[in-house]
């Protein structure tokens, strides 16, 4: 099994204590700033930041699908989703950037071994940076 990860980042003029608010939301900010790869998403118990537990579908490609119910913890200005599902994990890191604030956002999970292997680890990263910038556009939208 291989270490499969994908990370994306964006720069945003908010100040980082606005946007990390606004990533913990997970009952009215995370909802707007999903894309559409992301579907029945609920607010299991919580809702604000750290213990909140949240289910969605993530339709990564026509055919992968992954169902993930997300523990969140929340770390200085780091707020981790750990699948209880799964291996993945996702970390979303606010950092001062002069005036504003930068977004990093990690996903990794322990991918197959083999052939299949291979190709997760070579085309998963690429469709799935896809889907991290068009949610962090989402956030700059509806932050800055």
């Not at 579908?57 to 799964?86: F, H």
């Not at 896809?130 to 939208?141: A, S």
């Amino acid at each position: 099994m291989a270490q499969v990860s994908a990370s994306s980042s964006i720069q945003l003029t908010a100040a980082p204590e606005k946007v990390l608010a606004a990533l913990a939301d997970y009952e009215t900010v995370r909802p707007r700033i999903l894309s559409d790869h992301y579907r029945d998403y609920r607010v299991i118990s919580g809702g604000q930041g750290d213990g909140t537990i949240v289910h969605w579908l993530l339709q990564a490609t026509e055919k992968r699908v992954r169902d993930v119910q997300a523990k969140v913890t929340v770390s200085g200005s780091t707020i981790t989703e750990t699948d209880a599902n799964s291996s993945l994990v996702t970390t979303w890191s606010v950092v001062p950037n002069g005036t504003g604030s930068t977004v990093v956002t990690l996903t990794q999970w322990k991918g197959a071994g083999g052939i299949g292997g291979f190709f997760e680890k070579t085309f998963a990263p690429i469709g799935l940076r896809k889907i991290q910038q068009q949610v962090l556009e989402n956030l700059k939208n509806t932050v800055d």
